[in-house]
């Protein structure tokens, strides 16, 4: 497993995999493809946004969009793993991973009727924080009533 930062060299494979990921959702999102067959995104990789790959075995496996909203105060945007690396808790080592890189304040969301991604976070963060973490429902501008975690890691 390795994690590299999006830049422009790679940029390419970050926004190929994007597709798939809003693809994913699209049924809870009711978003639909473009004249050309492609998604719009909702969290572009500028500003206060990096983008991350995983790759597995030299291979694109998965990708996560961060916000540093402020000094260690982070928010996980985007967050998806290739269902065929979905095994062997690859989606949570690579969640933990992130928090290792990035010590502080934490929240991830999820919007209504993601329930494998609600069940994910609550495992991957309770797994990471021993279970030190609040879950509440949210009302973000864009995406309605959501589910959020909050928690703080450590360096």
């Known amino acids: 497993m390795e994690l590299v930062t999006v830049n422009a060299s790679n940029l390419a494979i970050y926004l ?23 998604f719009a995104l909702d969290t572009p990789i500028e500003g206060n946004v990096t983008g991350y790959l995983l790759y597995i075995e030299g291979k694109p496996a998965g990708l996560a969009a961060i916000a540093n909203e402020s000094v260690d105060h982070y928010e996980v945007c985007d967050f998806y793993v290739v269902p065929v690396f979905r095994q062997h ?6 969640a933990h991973t992130l928090f290792d890189m990035m010590p502080g304040l934490w929240q991830s969301k999820q919007i209504a009727g993601a ?9 991957a963060i309770g797994s990471y924080t021993n279970e030190v973490f609040v879950e509440d429902i949210y009302h973000d501008e864009y995406w309605g009533d959501v589910t959020r975690q909050c928690f703080k890691t450590t360096a």
């Open 89 to 94: 808790k690859v989606g949570q080592r690579f």
């Open 115 to 123: 329930d494998h991604a609600i069940a994910f976070w609550r495992r």
């Open 16 to 38: 190929n995999l994007t597709q798939a990921y809003e693809a994913e959702f699209s049924a809870l999102t009711k978003k639909l493809p473009d004249d050309e067959g492609k």
